[in-house]
């Protein structure tokens, strides 16, 4: 079965006596064939016929001129190509040396089979040549407006064989606009001559991919160029290395900053006189300062790891009483969804002293906007419960003192304004407390 569209061959100063039965060969075999009997011929058809897959040339005569031509063909048209001789001698292999892989061979009288195998060869290389040339090119394009730079570099050794310097070979537009560094300024250039004060690192990099063949990541600073690079690094050829470059100095900023913070955070958290905690969202504690870890008796770093409510705490109200679960600060953030504050109960240490704490606490929100924990602060508030129990009992009894005496007994301040009377002035004025409180204390004086 022929096919719809059969491949074109052009015969190329073929002799008559051969031209006829290769015709006829070819024809029969689903060839297209037109004939050429000079140079000028054989231009004309093929600039008339572009789809022409191959060219089978005859180079019994002026084998050398005839070559170059041939050469300069299958460069303008992107053909495949026979070349048919009665031999190929020795002159002729030396000029075909350098371009051996270039072409198919026919010698004549080696028979139809070898014949037809060499053309569709020569037929199948125009295509695959067509293929890469649009692959190559597409690849160009894709290179040329890559977001990312990229470079093609030459390795420069010394005497030694150490690699010491590079050049540029290639670079497209995205490499001019992140690097700063202009193709016409830096094409055949040597780094040193471009960046005499690149850092030893940059070339290190460079060197062991050129020499191992691995491919290399890696972030870099130039001085020079004043920003932060990130870096592939691989190998095309050898003696070349070829970049992919991503200015990433905005991030690298972002990350110190970040890192600064961060520091200052734990600086802050460490330093803290409250103590700190975090919970997530099954109500595990997951961080705790050292104040906090001083408030609640954690001594073991292993024991850190428990929840808030964990019956090791012992948690009960201050005066002993039991606490309900869903007024501890986790229960309540998580259920109200907003900050709590004050909450106050009591827990116990391992040794069975009880610690008095006053918790306030926030929830954290993860993406989505659901509860994903708490952050809290945490004071102990056991001395000044203390305190303030010691100055409750004393004042009741200095109240029960005072009312119980004969004595009239007041206290005012610097302004002659009364802030206490007892139990027997007021018998004794007969009027109300409120109404001798400040300076109305001296309405009683006659």
């Known amino acids: 079965m022929k096919p719809d569209n059969p491949p074109l061959v052009l015969l190329a100063c073929v002799p008559d006596t051969l031209a006829i039965p290769q015709s006829a060969v070819l024809a029969n075999n689903g060839f297209q064939v037109m004939r050429a009997e000079s140079t000028e011929d054989c231009e004309s058809l093929l600039q008339a016929f572009p789809e022409t897959k191959a060219l089978l040339v005859d180079l019994s005569s002026h084998p050398a001129k005839s070559l170059r031509t041939v050469r300069e063909f299958q460069k303008r048209f992107r053909l495949g190509v026979v070349l048919m001789n009665q031999q190929f001698g020795s002159e002729l292999a030396d000029n075909l040396a350098e371009h051996q892989q270039e072409f198919q061979y026919f010698l004549y009288g080696s028979g139809e089979f070898l014949f037809l195998n060499a053309v569709r060869a020569a037929c199948k290389t125009r295509i695959v040549t067509a293929r890469i040339r649009e692959k190559s090119q597409h690849y160009r394009e894709l290179v040329a407006e890559m977001h990312q730079g990229v470079a093609v570099h030459e390795a420069i050794r010394d005497a030694s064989g150490k690699m010491v310097d590079y050049r540029f070979l290639a670079v497209n537009n995205s490499f001019e606009r992140i690097s700063g560094l202009k193709r016409e300024r830096i094409i055949g250039k040597t780094v040193r001559e471009i960046l005499p004060g690149l850092e030893p690192r940059w070339m290190e990099h460079y060197a062991a991919v050129v020499d191992t063949g691995e491919i290399r990541h890696f972030e870099e600073y130039s001085a020079e160029l ?15 290395f070829a970049v992919v470059i991503s200015d990433v100095t905005e991030r690298k900023v972002i990350e110190t900053r970040i890192h600064q913070e961060r520091r200052l955070f734990e600086r802050l958290v ?17 961080f705790s300062n050292s104040q906090a870890d001083a408030i609640l008796g954690i001594k073991d770093p292993a024991t850190k790891d428990r929840q808030y409510n ?6 009960t109200g201050l005066s002993g009483e039991p606490f309900p679960d869903d007024q501890l600060a986790f229960s309540r953030v998580k259920a109200l969804r907003c900050p709590q504050y004050n909450i106050q109960h009591a827990i116990s240490w391992p040794d069975g002293r009880r610690v008095l704490l006053s918790t306030n606490a926030a929830p954290l929100f993860d993406a989505n906007g659901e509860f994903d924990g708490m952050v809290a602060t945490i004071n102990d508030i056991t001395e000044r419960i203390h305190t303030e129990n010691v100055l409750r009992t004393s004042e009741d ?7 119980n005496g004969m004595a009239l007994i007041w206290s005012a301040g610097s302004e002659r304004r009364c802030t206490f009377f007892n139990k027997p002035w007021m018998e004794f004025t007969g009027r109300s407390l409120h109404e001798q409180l400040g300076t109305g204390w001296m309405d009683s004086v006659h």
């Open 226 to 240: 004043g920003k932060h690079f990130e870096v592939t690094a691989y190998r095309p050829q050898v003696e070349e």
């Open 270 to 286: 460490e330093t803290s006189p409250a103590g700190i905690m975090m919970v997530d969202r099954t109500g595990k504690v997951i």
């Open 310 to 315: 964990s019956p090791e705490w012992r948690i």
């Open 397 to 403: 009894r200095f109240r029960n003192l005072a009312d």
